[in-house]
Nanobody, 122 residues
């Protein structure tokens, strides 16, 4: 199974983009879907996650501007990004956790996408 992100690109400050992440195959028992990002010279960080129960959590830096959602029928997760800032420039990755919950908070399956570049610049 591969996760494929789409929707990245170049946008001006204050603009919007919507990222999508879908799987190439069937993924059963998805527990958590999330978006992460990695800016040049920085560590990868969590941006937003959504659980199978619809509970969401956001990084403080994106609260009120980004919205994560999921379409269970399409096995797709989205990230609506509004009021984009230059500091949002990064490669955005989606990550799905599925299967059984193992020790130390790990899940049986841990899938990552290849990433999509978001550049916020005038």
């Amino acid at each position: 199974v591969q996760l494929v992100e789409s929707g990245g690109g170049l946008v001006q400050p204050g603009g919007s983009l919507k990222l999508s992440c879908a799987a190439s195959g069937t993924v059963a028992s998805i527990k958590v879907m999330g978006w992460y990002r990695q800016a040049p010279g920085k560590q990868r960080e969590s941006v937003a996650i959504i659980t199978s129960h619809g509970i969401t959590n956001y990084a403080d830096s994106v609260k009120g501007r980004f919205t994560i959602s999921r379409d269970n029928a399409k096995n797709t997760v989205y990230l609506q990004m509004n009021s984009l800032k230059s500091e949002d420039t990064a490669v955005y990755y989606c990550r799905w956790l599925a299967g059984r919950l193992l020790i130390a908070g790990r899940y049986e399956y841990d899938y990552w996408g290849q990433g999509t570049l978001v550049t916020v610049s005038s």
